[in-house]
């Protein structure tokens, strides 16, 4: 974990008031607090992680829930096949097909401990095998489930492209 970079935390993260909302297409909209994601199924992977900036954090442990059980909980509507993943810092937003996000798990643990807000806590998107750096969304708040591609809201690769030499 201390392998990973620090970016600046932005000040509208407050780990104490978060909620993760599932909302759009679905057929129950739904708000979780930290508590009701742990007591759902949970979930682990271990995985390097790998920055296009050129760095690697090697064999990290993430644990948390399977957004496969939590966009069950929220049951989407028929044809909705879009997920936008919605951060707390400002318009960061990721794009990403409704099937492949199921796959992914919501990290709410790093390495045994509560995710530090330096890396994305209180929750933060990690999906396996192949992905973009900029896709584990920091800082999760909302997931819109969407019935089509969210073409100009996807933010994620030109914020954090943006980020790298501020
Ligand atoms: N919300 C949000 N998530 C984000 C980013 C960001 O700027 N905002 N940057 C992405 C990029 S490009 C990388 S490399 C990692 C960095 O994670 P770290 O700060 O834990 O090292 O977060 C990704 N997720
Ligand atoms: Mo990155």
Do not use: I, N
């Not at 199924?41 to 990290?60: H, I, N, P, Q, R």
């Not at 707390?88 to 530090?116: E, F, H, I, K, S």
Request: with cysteine; proline share 6%; net charge negative.
């Amino acid at each position: 974990m201390a392998s990973l970079e620090r970016h600046p935390v932005p000040d509208t993260v407050d780990p104490e008031a978060w909620r993760l909302d599932v909302t759009g297409a679905v057929e129950r909209p739904r708000r979780f607090a930290r508590s009701d994601l742990l007591a759902m199924a949970t979930g682990a992977v271990t995985d390097d992680f790998d920055c296009v900036e050129g760095w690697t954090a090697s064999d990290l442990r993430w644990e948390g829930v399977s957004l496969d059980a939590v966009l069950d909980a929220a049951r989407p509507r028929d044809g909705a096949a879009w997920g936008l993943v919605h951060a707390m810092d400002g318009d960061y937003a990721c794009a990403l097909v409704l099937d492949r996000l199921r796959t992914a798990l919501l990290a709410l643990r790093l390495d045994g401990a509560p995710l530090p807000v330096e890396h994305g806590g209180p929750a933060r998107l990690v999906l396996p095998g192949d992905s973009d750096c900029w896709e584990s969304v920091k800082w999760v708040t909302r997931l819109e489930v969407l019935d089509r591609e969210p073409r100009h809201a996807d933010t994620a690769q030109a914020l954090a492209l943006s980020r790298v030499d501020g």
